[in-house]
T-cell receptor, first 116, second 116 residues
Framework: SAVISQKPSRDICQRGTSLTIQCQVD?????MFWYRQQPGQSLTLIAT?????????ESGFVIDKFPISRPNLTFSTLTVSNMSPEDSSIYLC?????????????FGQGTRLTVV | LAKTTQPISMDSYEGQEVNITCSHN???????ITWYQQFPSQGPRFIIQ???TKVTNEVASLFIPADRKSSTLSLPRVSLSDTAVYYC?????????????????FGGGTRVLVKP
C-alpha cells in the first residue's frame, strides 16, 4: 500500500489569489499524478509530475495556471494560480504501486477548494 | 484509448448482491480492468483488478467474458457502508500513464445507493 498525506484538506480562497497544495508519499515513487474532481463529477487528470523534469500536462491544463513542483521522490506540490470560482473543485494527488498481484493507484484524501 | 460505459446509478437494499456491468468494446490486448470505490470526501480506493475470466477477493468478484468487451463487478450482500461511487477503468496498469494515450481514465462511475 501507499500512505499519501495531502494538505490542506480544504480551503476557501479569494478570487485572484493562489493556493499551493502539498502531497507527501511514505516512500519513493517515480511519478506522481494530480487530478481534479469537480462537484458531482468524475476525476480528470491534470498532469504527471516526474522528479527532475517538468510536469506533463493533459489537454486543457497549462503550467501557468497549475504549476507543479517535484523536488524529490516523495513530495510534490500543485499550485492553483489566479483562482476563479470555476476552480472550485477537489484536487487529489495519486501514485501507482505494483504489488505481488495487482497494480493499484493510491490517492490522497483530497483538497476541497472553494473560490469566492 | 479504451472508453468505458457504466450505469449512472443503481439502488439496492442491505443484504442484496449488487452487480455493476461496464462496457469497454475497444479494450486492447494489454489492458486490464480495474474497479475503484469512492466515498464522499475521500480519494478513490482500489477494489479489484482482472484480465480475464473471474477474479475474487475479500470484498468483490470480477467477471470478465471471453471477448473482454465488458466486465461485471459483483458486491455480495451489500451494507449501508457500501454506498459509494464505483469506477471501472481500463488500461495497461504497468504503464498507466504512457504518453501514447494508454492512460488510466476515469469514466463517469456508477453511484450505488444501499437502502436499509
Amino acid at each position: 500500500s501507499a500512505v499519501i498525506s495531502q494538505k490542506p484538506s480544504r480551503d476557501i480562497c479569494q478570487r485572484g489569489t493562489s493556493l499551493t497544495i502539498q502531497c507527501q508519499v511514505d516512500s519513493q515513487v517515480t511519478m506522481m499524478f494530480w487530478y481534479r474532481q469537480q462537484p458531482g463529477q468524475s476525476l480528470t487528470l491534470i498532469a504527471t509530475a516526474n522528479q527532475g523534469s517538468e510536469a506533463t500536462y493533459e489537454s486543457g491544463f497549462v503550467i501557468d495556471k497549475f504549476p507543479i513542483s517535484r523536488p524529490n521522490l516523495t513530495f510534490s506540490t500543485l499550485t492553483v494560480s489566479n483562482m476563479s470560482p470555476e476552480d472550485s473543485s477537489i484536487y487529489l494527488c495519486s501514485v501507482v504501486r505494483t504489488g505481488r498481484v495487482n497494480t493499484e493507484a493510491f490517492f490522497g484524501q483530497g483538497t476541497r477548494l472553494t473560490v469566492v | 484509448l479504451a472508453k468505458t460505459t457504466q450505469p449512472i446509478s443503481m439502488d439496492s437494499y442491505e443484504g442484496q448482491e449488487v452487480n455493476i456491468t461496464c462496457s469497454h468494446n475497444n479494450i486492447a490486448t494489454n489492458d486490464y480492468i480495474t474497479w475503484y470505490q469512492q466515498f464522499p470526501s475521500q480519494g478513490p480506493r482500489f477494489i479489484i483488478q482482472g484480465y480475464k475470466t473471474k477474479v475474487t477477493n475479500e470484498v468483490a468478484s470480477l467477471f470478465i467474458p471471453a471477448d473482454r468487451k465488458s466486465s461485471t463487478l459483483s458486491l455480495p450482500r451489500v451494507s449501508l457502508s457500501d454506498t459509494a461511487v464505483y469506477y471501472c477503468l481500463v488500461g495497461d496498469p504497468h504503464h498507466p500513464f504512457k504518453a501514447a494515450g494508454n492512460k488510466l481514465t476515469f469514466g463517469g462511475g456508477t453511484r450505488v445507493l444501499v437502502k436499509p
